[in-house]
């Protein structure tokens, strides 16, 4: 059984992305918080994805080898998934004190797309979140390393709001991607409040949707083709610098 605002969703997605440790919220307390790898969020995670067909991504505090990660899961609705541990901890707030970073992006193929999915602070960092792989000019859209949308799963707090809604849609410019960005809402109870601004932005900058001021759910179809149509007609990609991530 499915209750709350997942359950109406069944059958009715292909994804469905849940913010940075959305079981416990942003929190440092990682010896007291966190989970090994086959504890009750993978398996609600699993559970959740067969129930609604679904895949199903979050970011979750893990305990792996003595040491902890702020971890992504990205689950399919046949049970297996990948991961990706948060490359760019928050220094400021000391999360690299409590956290080992990850040194490796995630690129997932899922319903003929693919997609780079990575864990807030990283929005900050352009060149890791880089389509670093360039397409030709004729639309060569299979080349290892080009993705067609970037996820960030969040905790963003209200007063770097700017930040967030700008540098979502600097990312989703400079990429030619979708880019999605999922963040929480209403207060972490050590003074910080969020204001979630979660949403979907073009290829082109254009904002798809906005989650603002409230907790919510919104299902929106997003076109590969539409995309891969404008990739041809602006083939500023082709154009970019060619390096690569070590």
């Not at 209403?186 to 001021?213: H, K």
């Amino acid at each position: 059984m499915l209750s709350g605002k997942l359950g109406p969703l069944q059958g009715q997605t292909d994804l469905i992305v849940l913010p940075e440790m959305f079981p416990t919220g942003f929190s440092m307390n990682a010896a007291g918080l966190a989970e090994p790898m086959d504890g009750p969020t993978l398996q609600w995670m699993r559970d959740t994805a067969r129930l609604l067909d679904s895949a199903l991504t979050g970011s979750f505090i893990c305990a792996e080898a003595g040491r902890f990660y702020n971890r992504l899961v990205w689950m399919f609705p046949d049970g297996h998934f990948l991961v990706y541990d948060k490359k760019h901890l928050f220094s400021l707030a000391g999360e690299h004190e409590h956290f080992a970073a990850g040194d490796k992006r995630l690129l997932v193929e899922w319903k003929g797309w693919r997609i780079c999915p990575l864990i807030c602070y990283d929005l900050r960092f352009p060149v890791w979140s880089r389509n670093t792989a360039i397409p030709s000019r004729e639309g060569d859209f299979e080349k290892e390393g080009v993705y067609d949308m970037l996820i960030y799963v969040a905790n963003w707090p209200s007063r770097r709001s700017h930040h967030w809604r700008t540098l979502l849609t600097a990312r989703a410019i400079e990429n030619q991607a979708f880019t999605i960005g999922v963040n929480i809402f209403g207060s972490d109870g050590n003074g910080l409040e969020y204001v979630g601004d979660s949403g979907i932005t073009d290829f082109s900058g254009t904002q798809i949707c906005r989650i603002s001021d409230r907790e919510d759910t919104v299902t929106t179809e997003l076109s590969l083709g539409d995309l891969q149509q404008y990739r041809r007609q602006f083939p500023f990609l082709h154009d970019s610098d060619a390096f690569k991530l070590i």
